[in-house]
């Protein structure tokens, strides 16, 4: 398993844009095979810089979502979305997985 941590800059003045386009991910991406932990905007500190997290079996598990997300009517609008408005003004991805488990409990 690995995760994807997407990590946004976007308008200041344009959180309630990211935040539909987030909402928007949270039905297409499960639907489309990702284990989605959430999107994360702005609260405190930073005004510009929002997160978005999920779950998936391996890259090429990743290659095959990416299809069927482009795919879905749901996420081939939201990607229409975020270019038409330009909330978003740059996006990183980085893959990593989880080597403190198993964890202790609380």
Same mark, same amino acid.
């Given at each position: 398993? *690995?995760?994807c941590f997407i990590r946004y800059e976007i308008d200041p003045f344009r959180k309630d844009d990211f935040a539909a386009y987030a909402r928007n991910w949270g039905e +297409? *991406?499960?639907r489309c095979g990702a284990?989605? *932990?959430g999107y994360?905007?702005?609260h405190e500190g930073s005004a510009t810089t929002a997160y978005g997290?999920?779950?998936i079996e391996s890259l090429a598990a990743?290659? +095959?979502y990416r299809a069927r997300l482009a795919a879905d009517p749901?996420?081939?609008e939201n990607y229409e979305f975020a270019r038409r408005e330009r909330f978003i003004f740059k996006e990183d991805r980085i893959f990593l997985k989880n080597v403190s488990l198993p964890h202790g409990k609380v």
């Open positions: 398993m *690995i995760t +297409a *991406i499960p284990d989605l *932990i994360f905007s702005p997290v999920y779950n990743y290659e +095959a749901l996420g081939r």
